[in-house]
T-cell receptor, first 112, second 111 residues
Framework: NAGVTQTPKFRILKIGQSMTLQCTQDMNHNYMYWYRQDPGMGLKLIYYSVGAGITDKGEVPNGYNVSRSTTEDFPLRLELAAPSQTSVYFCASSVQGRETQYFGPGTRLLVL | DAKTTQPNSMESNEEEPVHLPCNHS???????IHWYRQLPSQGPEYVIHGLTSNVNNRMASLAIAEDRKSSTLILHRATLRDAAVYYC????????????FGKGTKLTVNP
């Protein structure tokens, strides 16, 4: 199993540009999550999904959108990039909501 | 979610035991104590979790105080690969799905 994979590893965006961060898991997990981590801080939940077609907001959803059309994929969309979205983004998955979460390697995003 | 308090940083020498403390004085009876760690430039990874009894696995041991207001993650023989930020997280049975990360403890392992 590859586990949780994320692409790209690193990206530089200009203010106002848009992009999609990709996340795929091959463990047939129902739950998937997006977190962001600012320098020196812990992770904060952006959005999560309890299954295909179902998503919900986390602590810091503003400026982001998600969709979950398949069990495997959970892309995160930034529509109008802002410098405040400079961060490292981690995708995670779990079998059920309160089970162990498995994290991807992260996407480092720099908005200039 | 109940709050946890951890030291910002700790140091250890290679091949020595490490005891990482966590205070959670407002823990409720249904809160599980979880530990994750984050190696440099990687995503967090699960280490161990427990409710009341001490727990052991291949990575570490978790010692939980009798009143459950504190716990200690024990690495029996630290290696350089154990250098990471360690997060102590409470998760309520029947509560939110999300993990609430604090700043954690940055563990430095000296050769």
């Amino acid at each position: 199993n590859a586990g949780v994979t994320q692409t790209p590893k690193f990206r530089i965006l200009k203010i106002g540009q848009s992009m999609t961060l990709q996340c795929t898991q091959d463990m047939n997990h129902n739950y998937m999550y997006w977190y962001r981590q600012d320098p020196g801080m812990g992770l904060k939940l952006i959005y999560y999904s309890v299954g295909a077609g179902i998503t919900d907001k986390g602590e810091v959803p503003n400026g982001y959108n998600v969709s979950r059309s398949t069990t495997e994929d959970f892309p995160l969309r930034l529509e109008l990039a802002a410098p405040s979205q400079t961060s490292v983004y981690f995708c995670a998955s779990s079998v059920q909501g309160r089970e162990t979460q498995y994290f991807g390697p992260g996407t480092r995003l720099l908005v200039l | 979610d109940a709050k946890t308090t951890q030291p910002n940083s700790m140091e250890s020498n290679e091949e020595e035991p490490v005891h990482l403390p966590c205070n959670h004085s407002t823990i409720s009876g249904t809160d599980y104590i979880h530990w994750y760690r984050q190696l440099p430039s990687q995503g967090p990874e699960y280490v161990i979790h427990g409710l009341t009894s001490n727990v052991n696995n291949r990575m570490a041991s978790l010692a939980i105080a009798e009143d459950r207001k504190s716990s200690t993650l024990i690495l029996h023989r630290a290696t350089l690969r154990d250098a990471a930020v360690y997060y102590c997280i409470l998760r309520a049975l029947g509560g939110s799905e999300k993990l609430v990360f604090g700043k954690g403890t940055k563990l430095t392992v000296n050769p």
